[in-house]
């Protein structure tokens, strides 16, 4: 990409989607990679795909796999949401701050209604009082509502939480969508099962992330009420986001749910997040922003902190960070040697 | 992908996208494996394509590596048509017929003019004479034209047919795309150099393809008129096209590129291609119907030899196919015993 | 507007919308302007309109009046044409050629399928051998079917044949759009009911045009197949197109249809081309390009006549003319001595 | 309109587009129908407008007619902000809350990023704070800020509350648009003349407000910086918003700027405004909530004064209007015996 710029030598903790793919992905690309096989998604491997769902789902599911979030997202809310449409979601949300516009892309010009919640996370009683216009012809129409789990704050939603947002949503007659981009980290966080953690808590559409979490582009639009379905396979194609070579973004999801490697990877990260979090907490220097509840630790450094940190190679906040919020990410290749290099690096800041 | 049906057993020859990656990009991707990097394309393997596709194209360009050959194609035709110009086009392009619109949705609904072309080229003439109601407010307005090469009838437009169709594009004041899906086999077919066969002929941006020929998921736009890129990275990240482990895509184009790995997997499917076509044309019962130039060979078959073929596994045209031309593709895999397999086949029919 | 310019000195034939609005329309604007009123079409006279409509169609229907032709066709196809939706219509059609993509700006991109037909209209066959590709999500999806009436050619669709393109709409699940922006002068000219021309031979929406036949600027879309009215409102209102002051629309339509003023102007118009076809077709040196079958005369000129009408004010095809097709169209307001002045110039050619 | 329901009886300071046309424009209207004239704006009427508007702005302008306000607005902020875009404006303005999504369609998805300003008003602090993320791919791009004058609240900016916002508007290379839906009651107030009010203020781009003062159905996108018009002429073509007999939009546009008709008008419905304001403040129950600064009245009423007023014809907030606040708006036509007519039923209320 020509455009961007990049000075960053320690991208550790930078994000989870610095780390590459897991061992169990990679194995199942290269085995998907004998002989030929039936393109867009007509592969084996890919239909086989539909089924595996719904068993961890507990349901019928309807599964698109996509090698992007944000494609996986704004392709959800477009199912859901119409030219003219409302989307209710976070202010701070991935999907309003961080796709460039791809959910008004994708719907042909819906509306982010955002909203302030509370930290990361949507309130009901907010949502509730901003829906509202309904029929009446000279106002954008509410239509549906976006939620991230894990949240933009690294807060995880409750299952009662989530449930309160969806009765809203559905008192109101709108769809729920939840980005998932952190999915797993969340349900580990919750010890929750993935169908209590959608649809039996109220999620009618689900963008099911696993690119950060051990693959190499390998995301899911889940569908739990079928008949949003709908046209998603035109709009997908139209997009250029139905690959011909499908059967590689269908394998990385295979290997990564085989064998609850992605539960494993999620576990792993939660708890890299924990000790890095705790560890820095214990610094008094150090403020915790927001309570560490899956793999992402938001603090506070002082400035000389920061500028020792990037000055050894980390890259933090690269301008203007003063009085701002550093996140710090795990991922499923994060290790403790890390964590002590990161730990000595900031202790060696005087 | 829940929607789509197959009853496909033996895919040779179906397209070159049943095919997997080649050795060479698969050993580009487990290399990129290792260790983290910087995400969105600000990594290293993706710095490095800006020059390793300038010194091949003998011109400083700009690349943007995409996952899908649909997307190359509407972004790159997105920078040269606004939301009220014509794109022209043949008929039979893979724009106009099979990407469902995806030239109309990325720009926001721009026109596909259809020319008839002779066979499966655009005719500088009939492009000449459809070129009008520039400047007049009812019309959309012509903005640029698109060739494909390979071309939609196995067919390689000459370097001399690039060229006028170039000068008309640009008498008009338009922009000149290729859709080089089938890049590398054209280039080989023409044994002409990749700056030969694109900006000294008068091509302004190019998607070079590499999926079929070796890759996974990896094409790329090339902008050789940089004035074109505009807003190229913000229309590809709104879109869902800006991969967050991007590394893994330029990796494929990097492993593709190396010690000619491109040119020699042309090679090899050309080669196929042509066997295949002078071993089908010996049969008294097969007519060619376009020249065999690169790995497309376009025959009719009689009709109790496309049933003998599909009841041995094979999927030629699965309805209506009387008196309709059937597509055999060879591949970078594609192998002696294959076409001997197909011949065979063939022969047992009574 | 500032990009237009022109050197029309006298604009008497060059197209029905030079001419003005009828007295009954003005003196409708004119009462309708008497006192306060509610806006945005909840008004008395709005409301009427539904009634009037419908007895009129012989079937309740379902109105939105509009203040242009454009916005009432393109508003109309985007009820029954998705975003990767196919509309067939004729390559000549005012939808594809004269509306500068608004149908596909209100679809959100969809593709117009252009037939040739035969002269000015589309033939049953041709449609019915071009709709395909239905489900498979390569191909941008048969959606709609557009006619003209009067036809681009001056033509008019006789009973059997609107009948005959409703078939092949219908058998392929497709929707019929009518664009009737001389709707009465077809209707005159075919001595049928409103009700015949239209959903008893299977029109579902029509394009209700009134300003070139007496308006200032009042058209409707006409609902013959309620389900098909979906977001029509919101759609309308998102375009700005649902005026505040709707009254004046709808005023003009209520003077256009009372007391038969529509067909009286028509009718009217219709004679005067008549009378002007015949006038022209005399002339040894000019001959009559397509029947004269409403109130557009289609006509070839020699050159030199050409050059001597436009010396003498009138703007006959201002350039490129040779060979080329002139049309002349009479009004609501055309008058003998009009006609008498044309002939009365073409005379004066040496 | 089929949708909309209405039980108003007296409609009265419900809005000032509950009016008709004054006389003047009426007659304007009278004598444009007069013998034909050439379509599409290419009439002398609409030629004369550009003179005309440049006269008034004492700077040579552009300018294209409308038939309604949302139509003027989405076409002007789709000139300056592109799909990837933001539009910074007043989380009340009628943009964002009252035109169901329209610069959203005509941006092709451009974001209104919402400012809570103080009252109706943006702050040049808020706004400044607001604009960031440029050049960032995963950022929609700061783009064009829009203000309304008289603005939401009924309260009219200052000339040096416009040049401040100008001022951040121009320092981050963003365009500043002005919804100038009441711009004749704003300078009526600020007793400014247009060009202080607009471009010597540092506004771009003006909506030029007619309809509620007096016309039918006009308004007029009027272009300061001339490097924006673009391409606004095949814009508003594909929009259905270049009418054909356009010349009736522009002869109002005529008939209301001469001899100073619009600011007759203006002047006459804020004297309206002020009266009833300070009739209505005088009442120990009724709360003015913004001050009245041009023809729009905001009051808080005792529940059962609405009650008491919507029993006896008007209709004030129709549902839940506990707490809200109710607006009155006088027009070009209000009389003293309108407000006396109120201010007597509301006397009426025990």
């Known amino acids: 990409m020509p455009k961007i710029q990049t000075k960053r030598k320690r991208v550790k903790f930078a994000s989870d989607n610095v780390a590459g793919a897991c061992p169990e992905v990679l194995e199942a690309i290269i085995k998907a990679n004998e002989g030929d096989s039936t393109p867009y998604g007509n ?91 309904k029929g009446i012809v000279h106002h954008t129409q509410p239509s549906s509502v976006s939620i991230t789990q894990v949240c933009e704050t690294g807060e995880v939603y409750q299952l009662d939480e989530i449930k309160k947002i969806a009765e809203i949503t559905h008192k109101h007659n709108l769809n729920l969508h939840m980005d998932g981009a952190r999915f797993a980290n969340a349900l580990v966080s919750l010890n929750a099962s993935p169908a209590e953690m959608t649809w039996k808590s109220g999620v009618d559409v689900l963008s099911f992330g696993a690119t950060k979490n051990g693959c190499f582009a390998a995301e899911a639009i889940v569908f739990f009420k079928k008949e949003l ?61 927001y309570p560490t509840e899956a793999n992402e630790v938001f603090v506070k450094f002082p400035r000389h902190m920061i500028e020792n940190l990037n ?40």
Request: hydrophobic share 35%; net charge negative.
């Open 43 to 133: 592969d084996p491997i890919s239909k086989d795909l539909q089924d595996k769902f719904s068993e961890i789902f507990e349901k019928e599911v309807i599964v698109f796999p996509t090698a992007s979030g944000t494609a996986a997202n704004a392709l959800a809310l477009s199912t859901m949401t119409p030219s003219f449409g409302n989307i209710y979601c976070h202010r701070l949300s991935h999907i309003n701050l961080d796709e460039c516009g791809a959910p008004e892309f994708y719907t042909g010009g819906g509306k982010l209604v955002t909203l302030n919640g509370i930290m990361g996370k949507l309130t009901p009683e907010e949502l509730d009082q901003s829906i509202g216009g």
């Open 229 to 289: 379905v709908g046209n998603t396979a035109f709009l997908m194609k139209r997009a250029g986001h139905l690959l011909s070579k499908m059967r590689f973004v269908s394998a990385q999801l295979d290997g990564y749910l085989e064998n609850n490697v992605w539960l494993k990877n999620a576990k792993h990260a939660n708890d890299m997040g924990k000790k890095l979090s705790e560890s820095l907490n214990q610094h008094k220097d150090i403020e915790l922003v």
């Open 311 to 350: 000055s050894n190679g980390y890259e933090m906040n690269d301008e203007d960070f003063e009085g701002k919020t550093v996140r710090l990410v795990t991922a499923w290749n994060t290790q403790q040697k890390d964590i002590d290099h990161l730990l000595e690096t900031i202790e060696k800041t005087n």
